[in-house]
Structure formats: structure tokens, C-alpha cells
């Protein structure tokens, strides 16, 4: 398995809470990508960075927003949480180079209630 | 529009038994990949065909790339129990400088009855 590691694993949170979902590797990785994933549906990229000081939003629109100030930590934020935003979260990074696999974190299941 | 769609979107097999699934896509590729995917846990990657190779084996694992029919299968040979999961196609496409996106389908959700 790849070492990439995501806080917490699950979440339940009241309306309105500011949270923050936390993704660390330690492979030296330059590129890093969060994704959101419905039960039984596939992943729809919500944000990625190529770098330090690099981040991008990705093709699905979110309301969350991220941060890449040391290679090996890409956290997720929301300011205000709501029940729309329940969901799995995952992170997952790359190294850089044409054919290379993405290697994933376990995810964090967010129930915002 | 989804660029990788995985068929069929459930398959039941017993142990022993080969399972083959298909991935069908819209637009040129730089690669394709397999990914399995536990209940619960993140996606694990199989394994990668490039653009200009045709199959490719890793253990138990059979992948083939038609390029002109825009089309993948993965095959599970002799199958386990522990095979039970979700099995995802990803195509990955250029989009600037050195960088390529991957697109994921929906998945196949592979069932193993002991």
C-alpha cells in the first residue's frame, strides 16, 4: 500500500461547523488531487496541485478549498459546512511523468448532519 | 460528458471463475488504468496499458487496449473471495505543459461467492 495517509477517517459534524479534512504523503510526490465520491459512484476531481504553492479546482465544482504550502500536506477546507457537502473525500498524489499511477488515501467519509 | 464507462456495472461470479470487465471511452489517451476499490477503503492501482500497447499481464491480471474501438477489458483469472470489490477504469488524457488528467467510470461491482 502507498504511504498517503488521511485525517479523520469519518465525520460528523453539525451545520455550519468550519472543517478541515487533512491528506499527508510521504513520497516525495509533486502532484496531489482531492476527489468526491457518492456511495457506488465514480470520483469527480475537486482540486489539484502540481506544487508547492500550486492549486487548481478541478471539474466539479465545490464549495471547499485548498491549500499547498509543503509538499507532503494538501488539506481540504470548508468554512461552513451543510448537509450537501456529505460525501467521501479522497486524496490521492503522483509522481510527475506521463505514465504514473495515482496512489491513494483511504478517505474520509463526511456526514454533515 | 463521462470519458471511461465501465460494463457491466455488476458482475456475480463463483470462486474459481474468470471475470472480464469492459471499459468503453470517448476520447484519445495517453494511458488506461484499473483500479480496485474495497468497501470503505481509497482505490488501488493495478495496473497501466499505454496508448500503444495492446495487453498486459500482472499476476493474475489481463488487460487489453483496442484504441480504434476506444475500449479496455480486465480479466480476473481464476477469481477469490478477496477479489470482491469495485473495479475502476481510468483514462488518462494531456492537458498542458507535462501534466495529464485522469477520468474515472462509474465501476464494476465484483461479487466472488465462496
Known amino acids: 500500500e502507498a504511504d498517503i495517509y488521511q485525517t479523520p477517517r469519518y465525520l460528523v459534524i453539525g451545520t455550519g461547523k468550519k472543517i478541515t479534512l487533512e491528506c499527508s504523503q510521504t513520497m516525495g510526490h509533486d502532484k496531489m488531487y482531492w476527489y468526491q465520491q457518492d456511495p457506488g459512484m465514480e470520483l469527480h476531481l475537486i482540486h489539484y496541485?502540481?506544487?508547492?504553492?500550486?492549486?487548481e479546482k478541478g471539474d466539479l465544482s465545490s464549495e471547499s478549498t485548498v491549500s499547498r504550502i509543503r509538499t507532503e500536506h494538501f488539506p481540504l477546507t470548508l468554512e461552513s459546512a451543510r448537509p450537501s457537502h456529505t460525501s467521501q473525500y479522497l486524496c490521492a498524489s503522483s509522481a510527475s511523468g506521463s505514465n504514473q499511477p495515482q496512489h491513494f488515501g483511504d478517505g474520509t467519509r463526511l456526514s454533515i448532519l | 460528458s463521462q470519458q471511461g464507462e465501465e460494463d457491466p456495472q455488476a458482475l456475480s461470479i463463483q470462486e474459481g471463475e474468470n471475470a472480464t470487465m469492459n471499459c468503453s471511452y470517448k476520447t484519445s489517451i495517453n494511458n488506461l488504468q484499473w483500479y480496485r476499490q474495497n468497501s470503505g477503503r481509497g482505490l488501488v492501482h493495478l495496473i497501466l496499458i499505454r496508448s500503444n500497447e495492446r495487453e498486459k499481464h500482472s499476476g493474475r491480471l489481463r488487460v487489453t487496449l483496442d484504441t480504434s474501438k476506444k475500449s479496455s477489458s480486465l480479466l480476473i483469472t481464476a477469481s477469490r473471495a478477496a477479489d470482491t470489490a469495485s473495479y475502476f477504469c481510468?483514462?488518462?488524457?494531456?492537458?498542458?505543459?507535462?501534466?495529464?488528467?485522469?477520468?474515472f467510470g462509474k465501476g464494476t461491482l465484483l461479487t466472488v461467492n465462496p
Open positions: 496541485s502540481y506544487g508547492v504553492n500550486s492549486t
Open positions: 481510468a483514462t488518462a488524457t494531456y492537458s498542458g505543459g507535462s501534466n495529464y488528467k485522469l477520468t
